[in-house]
């Protein structure tokens, strides 16, 4: 199972402000539902919180330390490991977030999704560092219009070892 990490972020890395993104680019929502459509999503409680309802199209496992936690349409479970093992023989399972679980998933992380986009702003949360050893596989540049406020680039990364 590839797992991959898809995520967007302002310079420095920010990807959140307060639970929230700081930012509303319709053109990355397209991409993120490109690359995520049909296969498992994981994040934790907050973003699924912060979004509102489960993904359509997606298998949706959310990680939250409460066992108590029911959602209808999702698969509640307690750690990283359960979330793997609930995306099953998933050929690709997407990381969707928060800064925690993003963390917690790197080390592991075959593949990184990751929209760039050129601004400078306020935040709370940031993307780990992803360091060295990655390859550029994919880059398209998409310009700021009437609806996207910045300029982005969706970047897709591999793990070097992984592509040996």
Not at 67 to 78: H, Q, S, Y
Not at 137 to 146: A, F, M, N, P, W
Request: hydrophobic share 40%; aromatic share 8%.
């Amino acid at each position: 199972m590839i797992i991959s990490m898809i995520a967007a972020m302002a310079s420095d890395r920010i990807i959140g402000k307060d639970n929230q993104m700081p930012w509303h680019l319709p053109a990355d929502f397209v991409w993120f539902k490109r690359c995520t459509m049909g296969k498992p999503v994981v994040m934790g409680r907050k973003t699924y919180q912060s979004i509102g309802r489960p993904l359509p199209g997606r298998q949706n496992i959310v990680i939250s330390r409460d066992p108590n936690l029911v959602i209808e349409g999702v698969d509640v479970v307690n750690s990283i490991d359960a979330a793997l093992d609930k995306a099953g023989a998933a050929q690709e399972v997407m990381i969707i977030g928060g800064g925690s679980i993003y963390a917690e998933c790197l080390p592991r992380a075959d593949k990184l999704y990751v929209t760039l986009i050129d601004a400078h702003l306020d935040g709370d949360t940031q993307f780990p560092d992803w360091g060295t050893g990655w390859l550029e596989t994919h880059r398209e540049q998409y310009h700021s219009d009437e609806k996207n406020q910045y300029d982005m680039d969706f970047v897709i990364l591999e793990r070097e070892s992984v592509r040996e």
